[in-house]
Every structure is written in structure tokens, then in C-alpha cells.
């Protein structure tokens, strides 16, 4: 499989000029690992006005696939067939998109680490927006990001709060019983499962 693109018309949200933009319908992140850096670095997805040079983030719907995740950026509910394994994903925007690439690359699974990020708020005592950035240092401590009063924060947690995740996951079958085929794991998806 090889990755796909098209040329899209866009329309500069500051100065209004018309132009076109590289718009990538399918990634294959195991035979182009630079499109695998530019997904993970956000950079797929950012397109710079060639009039005033206005930058911004466009979401736009595409399919990212390496070896161990298939993931589409899409805003309706797809059924597809053959996701052996890989784990299907569907998201949103590119953010989260962004996000599952990383998680997935880093060896992590996005299971445990939304009931990670569950436990995470809980020990904060803030209803905040954790993103999953990188793993750090000789402990691998997971590195959090989110925004606060108009800055994003980081927040190292201990790698021991994903195995402690991964064990309650792996205790509990009917956590995974329903991720067949293209499924949203998010923040909504795990409080299903601590209401």
C-alpha cells in the first residue's frame, strides 16, 4: 500500500485568497516514514496562505496506517473488514489523530492509556484535555500535555500508572469485548466504563 494525496482548493481564513494545498487521503506510515514524522509533528496538516503567509491547521478526512494502527480522521461511522493485527481507530480531528500515531509508536496501546489520562485527572482534581506527548527519560515517564489559561502544560506521570491501566484492562475482557473494526477510544469511550 502506498500513501495517496490530492490537490484541494483552500481559501485563507485571514485574507480570504484562493489557493491550492496538498490534501494526504491515505498514509502509509511503514512505506513513508517522512509522512509518518510530518503526521506525528503535526506538520501534514498545516498549510501557509501563499498571499499573506497566514498559517493554519486544517482537518480533513484521511487514513493513516503503519504496522500496528489503522486510524481514519473522519466525522462519520465507518465499517470496514480485514483490520488483523491492527488496531481500526476513528478520530475526530487531527489532534487526536496526531495523538494516536504517537501512542502507537511509542509501543503503548490507547486503551490503557485513556484510563491512564483518566486517573491522571483524577489525581490532578482538574477536568482537563490530556494529550499524550512522549514517553521520557530512563523510566520512561509518560509526558501529558494541556491547556491551561491559554498555555499548554506538561505533566510527567510515572510509567507505573499505564501497567497499573494495563492490568485493570487485561482483568477485565469486557473493556476490549467491543473493539472490532473502526471504534473512537477517547475520553467519552473509557467513562463508560467508570460511571
Same mark, same amino acid.
Given at each position: /500500500? =502506498?500513501?495517496?494525496?490530492?490537490?484541494?482548493? &483552500? @481559501?485563507? =481564513?485571514?485574507?480570504?485568497?484562493?489557493?491550492? $494545498?496538498?490534501?494526504?487521503?491515505?498514509?502509509d506510515? #511503514?512505506?513513508?516514514? $517522512?509522512?509518518k514524522?510530518?503526521?506525528?509533528n503535526?506538520?501534514?496538516?498545516?498549510?501557509?496562505?501563499?498571499?499573506?503567509?497566514? @498559517?493554519?491547521l486544517?482537518?480533513?478526512? /484521511?487514513?493513516?496506517? %503503519?504496522?500496528?494502527?489503522?486510524?481514519?480522521?473522519?466525522?462519520?461511522?465507518? !465499517?470496514?473488514?480485514?483490520? %488483523?493485527g #491492527?488496531?481500526?481507530?476513528?478520530?475526530?480531528? +487531527?489532534?487526536?489523530?496526531?495523538?494516536?500515531?504517537?501512542?502507537f509508536?511509542?509501543?503503548? !496501546?490507547? #486503551?490503557?492509556?485513556?484510563?491512564?489520562k483518566? *486517573?491522571? @485527572?483524577?489525581?490532578?482534581?482538574?477536568? *482537563?484535555?490530556?494529550?499524550?506527548?512522549?514517553?521520557?527519560?530512563? !523510566?520512561?515517564?509518560?509526558?501529558?500535555?494541556?491547556?491551561e489559561?491559554?498555555?499548554?502544560q /506538561?505533566? $510527567?506521570?510515572?510509567?507505573?500508572v499505564?501497567?497499573?491501566?494495563?492490568?485493570?484492562?487485561?482483568?477485565?475482557?469486557?473493556?476490549? +469485548?467491543?473493539? &472490532?473494526?473502526?471504534?473512537?477510544?477517547?475520553?467519552?469511550?473509557?467513562?463508560?466504563?467508570?460511571g
Amino acid at each position: /500500500m =502506498s500513501s495517496l494525496k490530492t490537490i484541494t482548493q &483552500q @481559501r485563507c =481564513s485571514r485574507c480570504g485568497t484562493a489557493y491550492e $494545498a496538498t490534501a494526504w487521503r491515505l498514509v502509509d506510515g #511503514v512505506s513513508d516514514p $517522512a509522512l509518518k514524522d510530518a503526521v506525528k509533528n503535526g506538520a501534514l496538516f498545516v498549510r501557509e496562505c501563499p498571499s499573506c503567509g497566514h @498559517r493554519e491547521l486544517l482537518s480533513y478526512p /484521511m487514513i493513516y496506517k %503503519d504496522e500496528r494502527l489503522l486510524c481514519c480522521l473522519s466525522d462519520r461511522r465507518l !465499517d470496514v473488514e480485514g483490520l %488483523d493485527g #491492527v488496531q481500526g481507530r476513528i478520530v475526530p480531528d +487531527a489532534g487526536s489523530l496526531i495523538e494516536k500515531v504517537k501512542i502507537f509508536d511509542a509501543g503503548l !496501546d490507547d #486503551v490503557p492509556m485513556e484510563f491512564c489520562k483518566f *486517573v491522571t @485527572r483524577q489525581e490532578l482534581g482538574k477536568d *482537563v484535555e490530556l494529550k499524550f506527548l512522549r514517553l521520557d527519560g530512563a !523510566d520512561h515517564d509518560i509526558v501529558f500535555t494541556y491547556p491551561e489559561k491559554g498555555e499548554m502544560q /506538561m505533566l $510527567a506521570v510515572g510509567f507505573n500508572v499505564y501497567e497499573d491501566c494495563c492490568a485493570i484492562v487485561g482483568r477485565n475482557p469486557s473493556i476490549t +469485548a467491543g473493539l &472490532q473494526g473502526l471504534v473512537k477510544v477517547d475520553r467519552e469511550w473509557v467513562e463508560q466504563f467508570l460511571g
